[in-house]
């Protein structure tokens, strides 16, 4: 409700922070997003979970896990650099970081600008998009965080891998 | 929707009701003659009736309002406490206990009541005849009177163009919450003028000590017929009634000459005025999560303080050292009253068990008493509901298998009457729960001879073991020493459920028995699950706390010392064979150092009766570690009990031992 309230004042905008896999521009929405993390903890590994989950970090006394994007969608392996972030999201009940390979900003896009996603963009399957935002020449890909990080799935996916 | 939200308000309420009313039933049943008691019990039904009326609980409401009938009956002794009205409570009660919890799960409505009703209600018809007469006779008493001054000012007001209007108002039957209707009645028609006087009381009205009809007198400029108009819209009036009074017909009440109504209805308030200020302390009811939240920022003030004592050690500044050292004291002090605030007294899980011991005890026809100590000592809330199920297995031991029949307590010189002795105290970090009977006790020799029919151990394995090794053989999965299997215990469930919840809870059960005397059960809980004793190992650059509770010793092995007994590496301590796991292969953790160590630091760890040395590298230092769950996101991952966050901000994994062992 307030969500689209707000959009409508704004006449029709949402506002997204969007991000870089690669080369690749990725855009949440910013309402979904908790706060943007400089990785420098280091992350700890956990033993027997989902292959995407690349770990878990203490945020100020709250242990979060941290999803990595690029595994997820099964694209090119990451390294983790100097740009390297995380962006803490709330899905659900729970705060899941996103690892990406740099923020770049934060962007008000028309509304009138998102289309629907085709079945694959930039070797991400249209499963986990919320559709493609046109800004002048950028494609920026957004994502539908509910599937992108549903735990459901990482459960039943980790299961699938044990057995 | 509305109603949800208030719903863990009234089942935490109802829940406490409950187990007043079972606690003062058992007391009244050894008590018949104590009107106190009865009181209590009358206002617990009472107020459960009205809570659960509001809530639109129906089936609990018309339980609560058969007993409520049943216990006014006791109280003004038109029936007599008897065995038989004991047990038709109890039932009752038990039928509410099912309730709310229906009313948890939603089912309330498919829960059959009829059967208790029907029991409740056959006491009520023997009186109903004569309780109508008596509601007949009350109601024409029904009078206003008021006092010399009260006249004065009547006079005045009216000299001043008001007049004096007797309101005669009547509520619908089944009207619920008479009392706040009441209420609502009188506030509403304060609007309309000023209220002098009501019969009965506005405080009586409040309270809902009024059958259907009340009188109201009010001052007001408008005519009768207005405000009987106005009155007779509002909900559950069912008849209302409105005539001027002049000022010379009033009557006068005396002072001093209290009408008989107004004593029988102001006694249990003034005793339960005393009762609430002697027995309960102000309280706040807070929701878990919120001290789950304040333990958790607590914890992160613990790690930051040693952050700061390290700095403070670097920097050597001793006003900055002494400063730290303070906040230290402070933070720990802290840390210890929210753990405090977490804690509730076991009392919460004994009050429960008279219930349980005079259940069984009639069932299986011994006579039996409880006697209960230390009730108020306290454990974390979360130990509290796991140790229910065991405890309540281990008293039904006592009085099934350990408390003999009164004949044959007589043959054997002890009184009819066993004793079972349900004790609580804490020790250290650690709470003891302990349950004694004064029965036959445990049989080594029995005990030895159903671990060999069972196939549990071979005879020579048998005469090696120690008497307390030997009652310890109770808690393998499968042991029952009880030949026929009862109603009561003996379900093919056994100690060993017992003994595995109690591990979880990272707790210890010790049995110890004399024959012919009796045996002892003794459970050993930490006080907390919030934080917990581990050692952090490293392996690989990675850390790990491993619960100290599932530690049995740790142990240096040297790598010629370790044999391949069938493709699994055993070391040998002390003559039994242990077998190892590399910690990294099970958690596959890349880079352990170990490999090439020719000492190996090994852990050996106990589930139940298994041992396992888990080979790692390092053994780094003891430590006290506040668990964190991984969150809904991970969900449980096999072997991995939590995290923790060290006093480095890093975080070690908490292993649960139960899936490596």
Redesign the interface.
């Known amino acids: 409700m307030k969500e689209t309230k707000e959009i409508q004042q704004q006449e029709e905008t949402v506002q997204i922070v969007i991000f870089k896999l690669g080369e690749e521009e990725f855009g949440v929405n910013i309402l979904q997003v908790r706060e943007i993390e400089k990785l420098d903890q280091g992350i700890t590994r956990v033993p027997k979970a989902p292959h995407f989950v690349e770990g878990i970090i203490n945020l100020r006394g709250e242990i979060i896990p941290i999803v990595d994007l690029r595994r997820r969608f099964g694209l090119t392996l990451p390294e983790i650099g100097y740009n390297s972030r995380v962006i803490i999201v709330e899905v659900g009940d729970a705060l899941v970081g996103m690892l990406v390979d740099a923020v770049v900003e934060v962007l008000r896009v028309p509304v009138s600008a998102v289309e629907p996603a085709p079945a694959i963009t930039k070797g991400v399957d249209a499963y986990f998009l919320a559709g493609v935002a046109k800004i002048d020449t950028r494609l920026i890909v957004l994502l539908n965080l509910e599937r992108t990080l549903s735990s459901e799935e990482a459960k039943e996916l980790n299961e699938a891998e044990l057995g | 929707m509305e109603v949800s939200q208030y719903l863990n308000v009234f089942m935490d309420e109802c829940y406490e009701h409950l187990q007043v009313l079972n606690q003062s039933l058992l007391t009244l049943e050894k008590e018949p003659d104590n009107s106190e008691l009865l009181n209590s019990i009358f206002r617990a039904a009472h107020t459960l009736k009205g809570a659960s009326a509001t809530m639109g609980f129906n089936k609990m409401a018309s339980v609560t309002h058969a007993m409520e009938d049943v216990l006014s009956l006791l109280r003004q002794k038109e029936l007599e406490v008897t065995p038989e009205i004991i047990n038709v409570l109890f039932d009752a009660l038990d039928l509410l206990e099912i309730l709310a919890k229906g009313i948890t799960e939603g089912q309330e409505e498919n829960i059959e009541v009829a059967g208790v009703l029907q029991g409740l209600k056959k006491y009520l018809a023997a009186d109903l005849a004569s309780e109508r007469k008596e509601k007949e006779e009350r109601r024409t008493t029904l009078q206003l009177r008021y006092l010399p001054e009260e006249i004065e000012k009547i006079k005045a007001a009216v000299e001043g163009g008001l007049a004096l209007i007797h309101l005669s108002l009547t509520l619908e039957k089944d009207c619920l919450l008479k009392g706040a209707r009441a209420f609502m009645i009188l506030r509403e028609l304060e609007t309309q003028g000023e209220i002098v006087r009501t019969i009965p009381t506005a405080k009586e009205l409040e309270d809902e000590k009024f059958d259907d009809d009340f009188i109201i007198g009010i001052l007001s400029k408008k005519p009768v017929g207005v405000l009987v108009q106005f009155v007779e819209k509002m909900l559950d009036v069912k008849a209302v009634k409105g005539e001027i009074v002049e000022v010379d017909k009033l009557l006068v009440e005396r002072r001093g000459t209290v009408q008989s109504t107004t004593t029988t209805s102001d006694e249990p308030q003034k005793t339960s005025q005393v009762k609430a200020s002697s027995s309960i302390s102000p309280t706040v009811r807070v929701d878990i999560k919120k001290l789950d939240d304040l333990m958790?920022?607590v914890?992160?003030l613990v790690?930051t303080r040693s952050r700061l004592e390290q700095i403070s050690l670097e920097k050597g500044d001793q006003l900055l050292g002494e400063t730290v050292e303070h906040l230290s004291r402070l933070t720990l002090d802290l840390r210890d009253q929210v753990l405090k605030t977490r804690m509730v007294p076991v009392e919460q899980v004994f009050s429960r068990f008279p219930r349980l011991v005079r259940d069984l005890a009639k069932e299986t026809g011994k006579e039996v008493e409880l006697r209960i100590s230390g009730a108020e000592t306290e454990l974390d809330r979360t130990v509290i509901d796991e140790i229910v199920d065991p405890l309540v297995h281990i008293i039904r031991n006592s009085v099934d298998h350990g408390i003999e029949e009164p004949f044959l307590r007589a043959e054997c010189g002890k009184k009819e009457q066993g004793v079972v002795e349900l004790r609580a105290y804490q020790t250290g970090n650690h709470v003891m729960i302990s349950v004694t009977d004064d029965g036959r006790g445990m049989d080594p020799e029995k005990i030895k001879a159903r671990a060999l029919e069972k196939g549990f151990m071979t005879p020579e394995e048998i005469e090696g073991l120690e008497e307390e090794e030997i009652l310890n053989l109770i808690f393998l999965p499968g042991f029952s020493t009880s030949k026929e299997v009862t109603d009561v215990s003996g379900r093919g469930v056994g100690m060993d459920v017992v003994k595995t919840k109690i591990s979880a809870l990272g707790g210890v059960v010790q049995v110890s028995s004399v024959k012919g005397e009796g045996t002892t059960i003794t459970i050993r809980l930490p006080l907390t699950l919030a934080i917990i004793q581990t050692l952090i190992v490293q392996l690989g650059e990675?850390v790990f706390a491993i619960p100290t509770g599932y530690i049995e010793q740790t142990i240096s092995v040297a790598r010629k010392d370790i044999r391949k007994l069938r493709n699994q590496e055993v070391a040998i301590l002390r003559g039994e064979v242990i077998p190892l796991i590399r910690l990294q292969d099970f958690?596959?953790?890349p880079q352990a150092k170990n490999e090439h160590l020719e000492e190996l630091d090994v852990v050996v760890v106990r589930n139940g009766e298994r041992k396992l040395g888990c080979i790692v590298d390092t053994l780094l230092r003891q430590q006290d570690v506040v668990i964190?769950?991984?969150?809904?996101?991970?969900?449980n991952?096999?072997?991995?009990a939590g995290?923790t966050?060290l006093g480095n901000?890093?975080?070690?994994?908490i292993l649960d031992m139960r899936a490596v062992a």
């Open positions: 958790n920022l914890g992160e790690i990675d958690l596959g953790v964190k769950s991984l969150g809904s996101y991970l969900g991952i096999d072997g991995i995290a966050i901000g890093k975080i070690a994994l």
